[in-house]
């Protein structure tokens, strides 16, 4: 066994369970006077803003997200922030606004533009600063975005998703509150719920998995084997949408210590040439990875932590000690038809594309992190595996 | 089962494994230009903080801490801090040299005098902001203070151990690096490896433990049942000593976020009234503790999690699926002999102490979070067990 060795970043405080947005005013009490208050209307269900920020005494001003973030939406929202005075900022809703709120807070304590610290496209700059205080309060079970350290960034000019990253954007406190799930539709439930799924079992498997990622995904895991089904065909259920909130809080954590892997990647160079929900494409790919991986692993390091990782996680989604890797896929297969998830062909991507999007995925630092390095052949495979 | 809920806090950056001490330039980078270096003299081994520092660029002074905080020690430190424009704290020690850390970084950014944070014997203020830029580095894997978010100071006038307590408080980054607890001579191994296993296997069994603590736990759980008798009688072993300082800190992650039990609720209040390594007295008291809870919570709570979660640790540090209650007190039995645990009256605890002794256990906070409410009998049973 290697000898433990990690970097484990996480946000300082962690407030979990249905009503904890019953806080929000003793959280945010030391957080300044004015709130950026970051949201996507529809996500903000049952929250009453107003009553929330009577409660803490506090000034606020809200602007609305629309859609992922890019450089202009960000830009435009820095200067609205800035303009205003606002001290902190609250983002309520899904990874794309939980994304620009952590942008929008490091960019109120970094000097500079935003250019000054994008990756590839920009200066690529080390953000100096903790962000200013910043509360994430996530309304889809999903992304985990709330306890990221990176947000992710459309430069339409250039065609290209780019990333802002450092452990100082890492909100100061991340919320979650299961009741804010509860009227996600079955079809989102399916696709936000997968890639949750799918996080804490490519963090597990990955390359960079360390025994802090592990511990935490073990528990994960088994919680979304049982709880994934039960919110798509009863979304009132909330213990399962508690559950579900925890799996996708613990593939934020574990993902952003971990990495991920071939889905991820896929998924990642996919979604930068079409328009398909992301959770979608990673659920339409997880069953084909498996295959592919599992058998390229058989076949190059059948001794090796990732096989025998494998082995446990199809123990513990049938919740039998001696499934066979036939068993695992099996179960997978039927997950994916009871959820209903879509083919890639359904999902409008091009079987003509497959080469090029082969070549973007092995670009991708989650490609990186898959637990072996898969040849071109074994990627087309998974791509054709997963088409119809 | 019962909703997750929790409220979960650790620090946000844990650098963690063999010669990680050397990025401690690459962690420091933004922290500010002058060091306060706290530290007691023994625990430096083979840092070289001249070495360190210059290849950081910062200026730094040093400040020897011998033995625990009180509020002179402390006090003392920080207007050094202060009449010497520190920026940053460096704490490199046992759990003493930490908490020391911890506040001296607190009033770094926080107005007033200690003793206005002080609970029972100060006016209680909560810490407003957030500490100056505090890396904290173990020398001891123990009490997992480089993850906690208090510091016990002495109050000599008032023969009284008082918490200052905050969120705010953690310390930025915790950096663990097990090549520093090499040279740890076997006593102290025993004792403060002790401690780290007693506290992750109560905070897996206290009323406020949660799914967060608990995935945490079994893991730590596990490798300290293999892996403390190794660094005791092989200290030379760096595997072992990894080992133990990752269960030390899951420990302190736990603890502080689930609390702990009765043989820190003794320990506390045996400690204020003898001096006794902390690690020895509560390893004195751990295989007694676990003896009255297991009977009474099959008397008064049998159905309950918490004699099932015994049953989890009894099954894990035996290795055996069937292993029974007595299986598993055994294997303490057998464990405390092996590391040569001394008994409470070898420790130098009075017999007629007890009644004082239960009296003010009861009064911590870790009493209050045992898996079940012990009366005054059974807690005088346990330090009977306990005595000799």
Redesign the interface.
Known sequence: ?D????????????????R?IDEVPKVID?FGKKAFVIRSSQAMGEISLTDLMASANKEYIIYDVKGEPSETSIIKAVKVASDNHCDFVIGIGGGSVLDTAKVVATMMTNKGELMDYLETVGKGFPV??RCAPNLAIPTTAGTGSEVTRNAVIDIPDKKLKVSMRS??M?PWVSMIDPLLTLSLPPKITAFTGMDAFIQVMESFVSVRAN??T???C???IKKAAIHLRKTYHHGDN??SR??M??VSL?GGMALANSGLGAVHGFAGAIGSIFHAPHGAVCASLVTAVMKVNVSALMKRNPNGEALTKYQEIFKMITSNQTATYKDGIQWFIDLCGDLDIPTLKKLGVNRGDFPEIVRLSKTTSSMKANPILLVDGELLEILELAYE
Do not use: H, P, Q, W
Request: glycine share 2%; net charge negative.
């Open positions: 066994m000898s433990i060795k990690f970097d484990f970043s996480t946000v300082n405080r962690i407030v979990f369970g249905a904890s030391t100096r600063n452990t100082l890492l025994v802090m592990d511990s935490l073990i528990e994960a909330i213990t508690t559950e909130c925890f613990i």
